[in-house]
């Protein structure tokens, strides 16, 4: 048990020097660690109804513009007009006609949107790709032409 306490501390406060740029000595670790931003949470229902509306929505376009949809729920979560959670993001009357329960839950989209989900649990920023999104945070899109455009 000693041992490996000793192990994660070997390999913990080196970790969080490298990410806050200081020193992190077992003094001030409690400190450090409250420094940190608070997850933003999600379920594994929420990915899943994410991949649903992915499939509803961008089939067909490539990953990263698969994200773009992603990141649009999201950002409506953000923001907090459209709903609180995920789930009522994409649930809101006359959002994301994309999303039905019945859709399936293809393992490359549920890859992209594990992806995504995480970099905004974490508090990463939306993704750019332009032309389809050249300023975040984008809250809604449209397609034509295969293609989603976000804004």
Known sequence: MLLALITVSA???????????ESVSEGNYDDAANDLPEPKPYTPDDVIMLAKT????????SPDEQALVVWTVLNRVDDGRF??????????RHQFKGYKKGHPVKRE????VMREVQKWSRGEEPPLLPPYAKKAPYLYFSGRRGHNWFR
Do not use: Q
């Open 83 to 92: 709903g609180a959670t995920i789930a009522k993001v994409i649930t809101r």
């Open 109 to 112: 989209i549920l890859a992209v």
């Open 54 to 61: 992915v499939w509803g929505e961008a089939r067909g376009c």
């Open 11 to 21: 390999f913990l406060l080196p970790a969080l020097a490298a990410v806050t740029g």
